[in-house]
C-alpha cells in the first residue's frame, strides 16, 4: 500500500514537528461558517395592506399569531399555477394576484377570474414544495425570453462533447499566503498544480494557471469567464488548491465561500454553459477531524423529444472536494496531496475512454485504499485515512472524448 503524510517527512528521515495538513492553527476563529455569519439586521418588516382580504389570524397556527404584521414575502402555501417568471402584482381591489390566500378565501388569477383558495390551488393534481415558504428569485437572466439553444437532445445519455474546443479549465494554486493569516505555506502544492495542468492539456482543455490571487482577483477573473460566449465550447472546469475550514475556503488575503466559485456560472447567469457540464474540483480541509479507518478482513462468498425543454439553472454542476465536510485532506509535501495524485493518475489513463462519475468512483477507491498518513513521530497524526466527497447535479454522462 502506497503511504502519504500530511506535510510528512520521506521514510527513514527524522520526522520534523509537524501541525495539522491543509488547515488553519487552532487560535485562528473561522470567518464565514456556516453557523456564525453576520448578517445585517432588519429593523421592521411590518406590512400595512389596504385590502380586506388579508390572512386572519385565526387562520394562523398560535406559534405564527404574532407574526400578523410581517411583510408577506415568500408567502406559505404552493406557487400558483398561474406565476410564472413575473413578480407578484396586486390587484387595484385589493385581492392578492399570484398570491397565497388563508382556505375559504378568494384568489384573482392572471385573467382576473376569482378562484376559491382550497389548499389545492383549485386543481385535483398539482406538485407541491415540500418547504414551508416560497420564493419567485431575484436573480436576473442574460438569456431572454426567447430561451437558451439547447447543446444536447433532451433524452440524450451523455453530454455533447464535440463542439470546437473543450473548454477554458482554471487553477487557483495556494501555497503562500498574508501572514495575517497564519497559514503554513502548503508545500507540495506545485506538483498538484503542474499535474493537473499537463493531465487537462492532454484532455484538450485550455488551461489558465493563477498562483497565490487575492480574493477580488479570483472573483474578477470568474465573472469575466462567465460572461465570455462558450457557445463552441464543450464545458468549464475550475480547480481551487488552498487551505480550508467547514464552509470557507482561503484566497492569499482573506476567506471566501466556496459558492463563489459557481455562482457566476448558472444557466441564467451563463446561458452558452447552460445545458453543458460546469465542474469544480477542491483541494482543501473541510475541517479538523482524522478519519482513523476501519481494518477489513478478507471474506470469501460465492455468489423522440420535444422541440424545446426546460432545465433548472443550477443543473449540470460537479463539484468533487478532496474530503468530506468537517475532516482534514492530506498532503504529501513532496508528492502532492493524495485526491489530486489519484485524480490525475486516473485521469490520465482513462479520461478519454470512460464517464467522469465513474472516473470519480475509481478515485475515491484509490485514495481511500492506497493511501495512509505517515507521520511515525505523532501517533494523533500517524496512519490516518481520507474519502474524496463527490457532488453531482450532471443530469448526463461526460466523457471526453479525443478532439
Known amino acids: 500500500m502506497a503511504s502519504g503524510g500530511g506535510d510528512s517527512p520521506g521514510h527513514g528521515q527524522q520526522p520534523a514537528p509537524i501541525g495539522p495538513p491543509d488547515i ?24 400595512n395592506h389596504p385590502s380586506q382580504n388579508r390572512v ?25 399555477t398561474n406565476v410564472q417568471d413575473s413578480p407578484v402584482t396586486e390587484n387595484g381591489g ?53 430561451g437558451i439553444k439547447m447543446p444536447t437532445h433532451k433524452d440524450s445519455e451523455h453530454y455533447n462533447m464535440g463542439h470546437r474546443r473543450r473548454g477554458k479549465a482554471f487553477i487557483f494554486n495556494h501555497m503562500n499566503f498574508d501572514h495575517k493569516l497564519q497559514l503554513k505555506a502548503r508545500n507540495g502544492t506545485h506538483n498538484d498544480r503542474d499535474n493537473l495542468r499537463v493531465v487537462l492539456r492532454q484532455l484538450d482543455f485550455e488551461v489558465e494557471v493563477h498562483n497565490d490571487l487575492p480574493c477580488r482577483d ?82 470469501t462468498e460465492s455468489d423522440a423529444g420535444p422541440v424545446s425543454y426546460k432545465i433548472p439553472t443550477h443543473a449540470d454542476f460537479l463539484i468533487a472536494y478532496s474530503t468530506i465536510p468537517g475532516f482534514y485532506s492530506w498532503r504529501n509535501t513532496t508528492a502532492g496531496s493524495w485526491f489530486v495524485q489519484a485524480l490525475c493518475h486516473v485521469l490520465q489513463r482513462e479520461g478519454n475512454s470512460r464517464d467522469l462519475l465513474s472516473i470519480l468512483t475509481r478515485v475515491c477507491r484509490k485514495v481511500a485504499f492506497d493511501f495512509q498518513s505517515n507521520v511515525p513521530g505523532d501517533y494523533v497524526m500517524h496512519e490516518k485515512k481520507q474519502i ?5 447535479m450532471l443530469t448526463r454522462d461526460i466523457v471526453f472524448h479525443r478532439k
Open 218 to 299: 479570483i472573483e474578477r477573473i470568474l465573472e469575466q469567464a462567465s460572461m465570455e460566449d462558450h457557445s463552441d465550447a464543450d464545458c468549464i472546469l475550475v480547480t481551487v488548491l488552498s487551505h480550508g475550514e467547514l464552509g470557507i475556503l482561503y484566497a492569499s488575503d482573506h476567506p471566501y465561500k466556496p459558492d463563489n466559485l459557481w455562482g457566476y456560472f448558472t444557466a441564467d447567469k451563463c446561458p452558452s454553459l447552460a445545458g453543458k457540464p460546469k465542474m469544480f474540483f477542491i483541494q482543501a480541509c473541510q475541517g479538523d477531524r482524522l478519519d482513523n479507518g476501519i481494518k477489513m478482513v478478507s471474506r
Open 24 to 47: 488553519i492553527p487552532e487560535n485562528i476563529i473561522p470567518v464565514d461558517l456556516v453557523n456564525s455569519v453576520n448578517r445585517a439586521h432588519v429593523e421592521t418588516l411590518e406590512y
Open 94 to 146: 385589493g385581492a392578492i394576484v399570484g398570491g397565497c390566500a388563508a382556505v375559504g378565501e378568494s384568489v384573482v388569477d392572471g385573467n382576473g377570474t376569482s378562484k376559491a383558495a382550497n389548499g389545492d390551488g383549485g386543481a385535483g393534481d398539482q406538485d407541491n414544495t415540500d418547504a414551508r415558504f416560497w420564493s419567485l428569485g431575484t436573480s436576473s437572466s442574460r438569456a431572454g425570453a426567447s
Open 388 to 392: 474524496p466527497c463527490i457532488t453531482s
Open 56 to 80: 386572519r389570524t385565526e387562520d394562523l397556527p398560535a406559534h405564527l399569531g404574532a407574526r400578523m404584521n410581517l411583510q408577506p414575502v415568500d408567502i406559505v402555501d404552493n406557487l400558483p
